[in-house]
């Protein structure tokens, strides 16, 4: 399940991030509160109103009355500290291969490697024990005081794209550890363990896999033996000899013991920003996600002949680029053909070799990601894109040397009872919400499974 807010974006001028990362907080201590609200689906969450929200979310979380727990504590308020929470995201920030106000911080890196600390440590101080897997999946738990039941989860992840945002899964992290500390400075003890999980490597910068941590942890066998056998990154560099580097997949090559067991988790729940201008045109504060839109990932190589940009005349070429770019434009026609606004596709990477300008090009190769609500009309546009790679290539007279699905995955549909709860906890805290589908896919989706 997805909870989404209001993109902070942080590229921008630094006038602009301030007024941005108000409306991000604006709510000061009612945005985290809803994610602490959310984090339990129980019925009664949507049907009394009578009585303080606080203290009625915590009797149905931890499943006994407040005025009478079986274990003693005292009832305080169910507060957050923005305040701090802001800081810790300023200071994972810094933690970038690029300067601010953006953030670069890519898989197994130096940088990485320190931000994941940072993130172990703020867990360790806030009581929960802390343990990670083969690949660096990290896991802060809280036990309930019925820690044989499946656990509520919840988290994000804190890598990030060349030159991005300080909010984009970051949100998702720290504001589920103030979430806990919020918890239990309010005297609060969970029926159920709360496990906090920071995804390893949602994005697919450096292995070209999104999402590599929760489809591991989904137990994706083939994911598994790929990165053990054959995936390497643009410098030659195996994923196993990288996570070793940053301390994992020491003593094994068999990551199948990263796979959860079935029924591990009782819930799932995922705050993260948005990754769009919807809320943020609406003056809406949260967008409570009901499903999430299903992505493809396509590779294509075309190889032609070379040659000197003046010496070969133009009907003498077969020049890879111009393959390049007819398949981009291709993939353009495709997804609007489909007849909905809901189809989306976007050529990510087109590079041309030699790369001179005076040089016709020899090779190229293309990544195209694809993806909509609806799995069987997003199928429909990989087979036209797999057919214009193909007459393409039989026009121009180049090969096609490579046309690889990368991932093709369904959509995931969000459990209603936590929709309802989180719609509930929204009106309960006089926030705006509004009902959305997740283009962007997020950890929540291989969770789901």
């Not at 995201?89 to 933690?95: M, N």
Request: some cysteine.
């Amino acid at each position: 399940m997805l909870i989404t807010v209001k993109k902070t974006p942080t590229t921008r001028k630094e006038k602009r991030e301030k007024k941005m990362m108000s409306l991000g907080f604006s709510c000061s201590n009612s945005l985290p509160l809803v994610f602490l609200f959310c984090l339990c689906s129980t019925p009664s969450i949507l049907t009394q109103h009578n009585e303080d929200p606080t203290t009625r979310t915590m009797q149905d979380f931890s499943g006994y009355p407040v005025d009478e727990p079986p274990h003693p504590f005292t009832s305080n308020p169910l507060l957050v500290d923005a305040q701090t929470l802001q800081k810790q995201v300023d200071e994972l920030s810094t933690f970038s291969d690029t300067p601010a106000p953006s953030v670069t911080r890519i898989l197994y890196t130096e940088k990485d490697v320190l931000a994941r600390r940072y993130i172990k440590n703020l867990m360790g101080l806030a009581g929960l024990s802390v343990r990670e897997d083969a690949v660096g999946n990290i896991f802060g738990r809280w036990d309930g005081y019925e820690p044989e039941l499946a656990a509520v989860a919840t988290g994000s992840h804190i890598d990030a794209i060349p030159y991005s945002g300080k909010y984009d899964g970051v949100v998702g992290v720290l504001g589920a550890i103030e979430a806990i500390n919020a918890l239990k400075r309010s005297g609060f003890k969970p029926k159920r363990s709360l496990e906090i999980i920071l995804f390893t490597s949602e994005e697919p910068t450096r292995f070209g896999i999104s999402c590599l941590g929760s489809r591991l942890l989904a137990g994706d066998v083939a994911l598994a033996q790929a990165l053990r056998k054959t995936t390497v990154d643009g410098q030659n560099i195996s994923f196993l000899d990288a996570a070793r580097s940053a301390g994992y997949a020491r003593d094994e090559d068999d990551l199948s013991s990263v796979f959860l067991k079935k029924n591990s988790y009782f819930a799932f729940v995922e705050l993260h920003i948005e990754q769009g201008p919807i809320l943020e045109e609406e003056g809406v504060s949260i967008g409570i996600v009901t499903a999430i839109a299903a992505p493809a990932s396509i590779k294509v190589d075309f190889e032609g002949n070379g040659g000197h940009a003046g010496a070969v005349l133009m009907p003498h070429r077969n020049d890879a680029g111009l393959a390049a770019a007819e398949l981009a434009l291709a993939v353009e026609k495709h997804v609007l053909e489909s007849g909905s606004v809901d189809t989306v596709g976007t050529v990510g990477i087109l590079d041309l070799h030699p790369g001179a300008i005076n040089s016709i090009p020899s090779k190229s190769h293309l990544e195209i990601d694809t993806r909509d609500i609806d799995e069987k009309r997003r199928n429909i546009v990989i087979e036209k894109i797999h057919q214009s790679v193909i007459s393409i290539a039989r026009k121009r007279k180049v090969t096609l040397s490579e046309f690889k699905i990368i991932n093709q995955d369904p959509p995931a549909l969000s459990e209603k009872s936590i929709i309802e709860a989180m719609e509930a906890a929204s009106t309960e805290l006089n926030l705006t919400q509004k009902f959305m589908i997740s283009r962007a896919y997020h950890d929540s989706l291989f969770m789901a499974s």
